[in-house]
């Protein structure tokens, strides 16, 4: 199960990277042609594509790192608050997740025929990539949640992972 979760893991990150280069390329592309007055818009909604990808993509990355906003100063302050808070926090993240999730599940029949302008990739294939997305990070969610409420259960102070 370990080696699946850091599989899961590094692809994400992975694609994360990738997204993150996409955008930069066609940020860099849309510079250079803008130079010669000839604008594309398709590197521009290549980049908006990649910065889809890149959030949601990175949405697990940052789940199973507990790398997410936290108030850092409540905790330095009140030492004790810090494990109830990031449960709090999860719960909070889970909500969101579910919340993402449904509205999608909403939203894809309303895209089924569309496409985008520029590059003309079907749009439902960016709603089902960020429903996709969501699912992992809700269930990486969930397993940090458990985790943390095992670790408050226990009485153990150690760090996340």
């Given at each position: 199960m370990k080696k699946l979760e850091r599989k899961i893991y590094y692809l994400m990150a992975g694609l994360s990277s990738v997204s993150l280069g996409i955008i930069i390329f066609a940020i860099a592309y849309q510079?250079?042609?803008?130079l010669g007055r000839n604008a594309t818009p398709w590197s521009e909604e290549l980049?908006?594509?990649?910065?889809?990808?890149?959030?949601?993509?990175?949405?697990?990355?940052v789940?199973?790192?507990?790398?997410?906003?936290?108030?850092e100063l409540i905790f330095s302050i009140f030492p004790?608050?810090?494990?109830?808070?990031?449960?709090?926090?999860?719960?909070?993240?889970?909500?969101?997740?579910?919340?993402?999730?449904?509205?999608?599940?909403?939203?894809i029949p309303s895209v089924m025929k569309r496409a985008t302008q520029a590059l003309k990739i079907p749009l439902r294939?960016?709603?089902?990539?960020?429903?996709?997305c969501a699912l992992i990070w809700?269930?990486?969610?969930?397993?940090?949640?458990?985790y943390e409420i095992y670790l408050l259960m226990s009485g153990k102070k150690g760090e996340n992972k």
């Open positions: 510079i250079v042609l803008r980049a908006q594509l990649g910065l889809i990808g890149m959030v949601m993509f990175g949405l697990y990355v789940e199973r790192d507990n790398e997410q906003l936290r108030m004790k608050t810090k494990l109830p808070l990031e449960i709090l926090g999860n719960f909070l993240n889970i909500t969101l997740a579910a919340f993402l999730i449904y509205s999608e599940t909403l939203f294939y960016v709603h089902y990539l960020m429903l996709a809700i269930l990486a969610a969930i397993a940090q949640t458990v």
